[in-house]
C-alpha cells in the first residue's frame, strides 16, 4: 500500500505544483490547467455551477480533481459538522463550510503537503474561517470517534489500497445517525488484469474502482445501513485516453460503459436516547443563555427568544443541566408557530429532534389549535414526515406573518404547514 500512495501523492502533488496531470482526468493537463479548460474535462468538467463557486478564487475550479459535486447532492445543514475525505486544494471544503454556517465546521483530509498548502491559501483568499485542513490519511483519520455528522469525499476512496479500512473509519468518526455521502468511479464490467495492476490507471482513479455490489458489500460489513448508489455520468470509450487509459483494440470492445461516476450514500445506525438519560420540560429563566447558545451555534436568530421563554421546551440530561436540544411554540389564537428546532452536535441522530417536534404537536393538541406554520432554510425535509407541507408564502395568514411569524424567521424562503387533527 506504500507504494500505491506514494504514486498518488506524487501524482497530485505534481499537477498541484506545476498543473501538469489531471488527477482523475488527462495525463498530459491539457484539460485542467485552468477553470475554463476544467470545463472541457468529461470528468471533471460540469460539475460545478458559477453561483455555486461565486467568490471563491478564480483558479479554483481548475484544481478540483473529482468525478462529480457531493456538495450539491449531501444534504447539509447549519451548525453541522463535515469531513471531505482526500480534500485536494478544498473546494468542496470551502463550499461545505458555506452551507454548515458559521455554527457549523468543515475539515478537510489530505495527505500531500502541496494541495494541504494550496487549500489553506483558498481558505484564506476565500475568507472562509470555519474550516479547517488535516495532514493524514483516510484509512487513518486523525479525530475522535463519533466527531462528524457527515463525511464527503470525491473521487478518493478508490485511490486507496485498503478500502475496507477507510470505510471502517468512516464509521468510527461519524456521529450515530451520521451520513456518508461521496462521490466516486464505479467500474460495471471486470477491467482486464493489466489494467488493474497499473499504478498510472490506479492514480488515475480507474485501477482500484469497484463494483456496486463490492460497494454495498464493504459498506455494509463496515456497519453503514440505508445504502444507496445512483450513477450520475457513464464515461463514453472515447474519454478512455483523459481517464488515463491507452486501450488495445480488444479493451475497445470489451469496456465500452465499464466506467460511471456514482453517487454513493449510506447512513451510520443511530443509537437511540433511553429515556432515563433525558429531560423534557418547558424552558425556564436560568435556560435563556443556554438556548441562545445552542440557537447561536446552529445558526439560528435567537429573535425574540427571551422575552418568550416559556414558548420553549428543553432537553436536557438526566445528570447534567446541558441543554441537550430545544423548541419553541408561539401561540397567536387557535393558530401556531414552530421555530428554532435545534440540537447540540454531540446528542444528534439520537432521537432528540423527533422528541422534540412530538411534544411539540402534542402540546398544540392541548391548546386546541387548528394548523401550525413554520419558515425554514434547513428543516423541511426533516419535517415533512411529521406531517408538514409545502406552501407558498403568499398563504401564510398576515396576522402570523406580521408578529411571530416574522420574529422567528423574516428571510427564510421555505414556508411549511401542518393542520392539527
Same mark, same amino acid.
Given at each position: 500500500?506504500?507504494?500505491?500512495?506514494?504514486? +498518488?501523492?506524487?501524482?497530485?502533488?505534481?499537477?498541484?505544483?506545476?498543473?501538469?496531470?489531471? /488527477?482523475?482526468?488527462?495525463? &498530459?493537463?491539457?484539460?485542467?490547467?485552468?477553470? /475554463?479548460?476544467?470545463?472541457?474535462?468529461? !470528468?471533471?468538467?460540469?460539475?460545478?455551477?458559477?453561483?455555486? !463557486?461565486?467568490?471563491?478564487?478564480?483558479?479554483?475550479?481548475?484544481?478540483?480533481?473529482?468525478?462529480?459535486?457531493?456538495?450539491?447532492?449531501?444534504?447539509?445543514? =447549519?451548525?453541522?459538522?463535515?469531513?471531505?475525505?482526500?480534500?485536494?486544494?478544498?473546494?468542496? !471544503?470551502?463550499?461545505?463550510?458555506?452551507?454548515?454556517?458559521?455554527?457549523?465546521?468543515?475539515?478537510?483530509?489530505?495527505?500531500?503537503?502541496? *494541495?494541504?498548502?494550496?487549500?489553506? $491559501?483558498?481558505?484564506?483568499?476565500?475568507?472562509?474561517?470555519?474550516?479547517?485542513?488535516?495532514?493524514?490519511? %483516510?484509512?487513518?483519520?486523525?479525530?475522535?470517534?463519533?466527531?462528524?455528522?457527515?463525511?464527503?469525499?470525491?473521487?478518493?476512496?478508490?485511490?486507496? /489500497?485498503?478500502?475496507?479500512?477507510?470505510?471502517?473509519?468512516?464509521?468510527?468518526?461519524?456521529?450515530?445517525?451520521?451520513?456518508?455521502?461521496?462521490?466516486?468511479?464505479?467500474?460495471? $464490467?471486470?477491467?482486464?488484469?493489466?489494467?488493474?495492476?497499473?499504478?498510472?490507471?490506479? =492514480?488515475?482513479? %480507474? =485501477?482500484?474502482?469497484?463494483?456496486?455490489?463490492?460497494?454495498?458489500?464493504?459498506?455494509?460489513?463496515?456497519?453503514?445501513?440505508?445504502?444507496? +448508489?445512483?450513477?450520475?455520468?457513464?464515461?463514453? %470509450?472515447?474519454?478512455?485516453?483523459?481517464?488515463?487509459?491507452?486501450?488495445?483494440?480488444?479493451?475497445?470492445?470489451?469496456?465500452?460503459?465499464?466506467?460511471?461516476?456514482?453517487?454513493?450514500?449510506?447512513?451510520?445506525?443511530?443509537?437511540?436516547?433511553?429515556?432515563?438519560?433525558?429531560?423534557?420540560?418547558?424552558?425556564?429563566?436560568?435556560?435563556?443563555?443556554?438556548?441562545?447558545?445552542?440557537?447561536?451555534?446552529?445558526?439560528?436568530?435567537?429573535?425574540?427568544?427571551? =422575552?418568550?421563554?416559556?414558548?420553549?421546551?428543553?432537553?436536557?440530561? &438526566?445528570?447534567?443541566?446541558?441543554?441537550?436540544?430545544?423548541?419553541?411554540?408561539?401561540?397567536?389564537?387557535?393558530?401556531?408557530?414552530?421555530?428554532?428546532?435545534?440540537?447540540?452536535?454531540?446528542?444528534?441522530?439520537?432521537? +432528540?429532534?423527533?422528541?422534540?417536534?412530538?411534544?411539540?404537536?402534542?402540546?398544540?393538541?392541548?391548546?386546541?389549535?387548528?394548523?401550525?406554520?413554520?419558515?425554514?432554510?434547513?428543516?423541511?425535509?426533516?419535517?415533512?414526515?411529521? /406531517?408538514?407541507? *409545502?406552501?407558498?408564502?403568499?398563504?401564510?395568514?398576515?396576522?402570523?406573518?406580521?408578529?411571530?411569524?416574522?420574529?422567528?424567521?423574516?428571510?427564510?424562503?421555505?414556508?411549511?404547514?401542518?393542520?392539527?387533527?
Amino acid at each position: 500500500m506504500n507504494e500505491l500512495r506514494e504514486a +498518488v501523492k506524487e501524482k497530485y502533488a505534481g499537477f498541484i505544483t506545476k498543473k501538469t496531470g489531471c /488527477g482523475c482526468g488527462s495525463a &498530459t493537463g491539457g484539460c485542467c490547467g485552468d477553470a /475554463g479548460k476544467a470545463a472541457a474535462n468529461p !470528468v471533471t468538467g460540469g460539475l460545478y455551477g458559477s453561483q455555486e !463557486v461565486s467568490g471563491l478564487p478564480e483558479d479554483m475550479l481548475g484544481t478540483s480533481l473529482g468525478c462529480g459535486n457531493p456538495t450539491a447532492l449531501a444534504e447539509l445543514y =447549519a451548525g453541522e459538522r463535515v469531513l471531505d475525505l482526500g480534500s485536494g486544494a478544498g473546494l468542496d !471544503v470551502l463550499l461545505s463550510a458555506r452551507r454548515v454556517g458559521v455554527g457549523g465546521k468543515a475539515y478537510g483530509l489530505d495527505m500531500t503537503d502541496e *494541495m494541504l498548502e494550496q487549500a489553506r $491559501k483558498n481558505q484564506q483568499a476565500a475568507g472562509v474561517e470555519n474550516a479547517e485542513f488535516l495532514k493524514g490519511h %483516510i484509512e487513518e483519520i486523525p479525530l475522535p470517534a463519533d466527531a462528524v455528522d457527515v463525511i464527503i469525499s470525491n473521487c478518493v476512496i478508490n485511490l486507496s /489500497g485498503d478500502k475496507d479500512q477507510v470505510l471502517r473509519e468512516a464509521f468510527r468518526v461519524l456521529r450515530p445517525g451520521g451520513r456518508l455521502a461521496v462521490s466516486d468511479i464505479v467500474v460495471t $464490467k471486470e477491467l482486464p488484469e493489466r489494467i488493474r495492476k497499473s499504478l498510472t490507471a490506479w =492514480a488515475g482513479c %480507474i =485501477a482500484g474502482a469497484l463494483s456496486e455490489a463490492e460497494y454495498r458489500g464493504k459498506l455494509t460489513k463496515a456497519g453503514f445501513r440505508d445504502i444507496e +448508489v445512483q450513477v450520475t455520468r457513464v464515461y463514453d %470509450i472515447n474519454e478512455a485516453a483523459a481517464l488515463g487509459l491507452n486501450l488495445t483494440a480488444e479493451e475497445k470492445t470489451v469496456l465500452p460503459g465499464a466506467l460511471v461516476s456514482a453517487f454513493i450514500r449510506a447512513r451510520k445506525p443511530r443509537k437511540l436516547l433511553q429515556s432515563a438519560e433525558s429531560v423534557l420540560r418547558q424552558a425556564q429563566v436560568g435556560d435563556g443563555a443556554g438556548i441562545m447558545s445552542l440557537l447561536q451555534n446552529s445558526g439560528l436568530t435567537t429573535c425574540g427568544v427571551e =422575552a418568550r421563554i416559556n414558548d420553549f421546551w428543553v432537553m436536557t440530561g &438526566t445528570t447534567s443541566p446541558d441543554i441537550l436540544g430545544v423548541i419553541g411554540l408561539t401561540v397567536n389564537g387557535r393558530q401556531g408557530v414552530l421555530r428554532s428546532l435545534a440540537v447540540a452536535p454531540e446528542w444528534r441522530g439520537r432521537g +432528540v429532534a423527533a422528541a422534540l417536534v412530538k411534544n411539540a404537536l402534542t402540546e398544540a393538541k392541548k391548546r386546541d389549535l387548528r394548523e401550525i406554520y413554520l419558515l425554514t432554510d434547513t428543516a423541511a425535509d426533516y419535517l415533512k414526515p411529521f /406531517g408538514f407541507e *409545502m406552501i407558498e408564502r403568499s398563504e401564510l395568514p398576515a396576522g402570523l406573518l406580521n408578529s411571530s411569524l416574522q420574529e422567528a424567521c423574516s428571510v427564510c424562503r421555505m414556508c411549511l404547514k401542518k393542520m392539527v387533527q
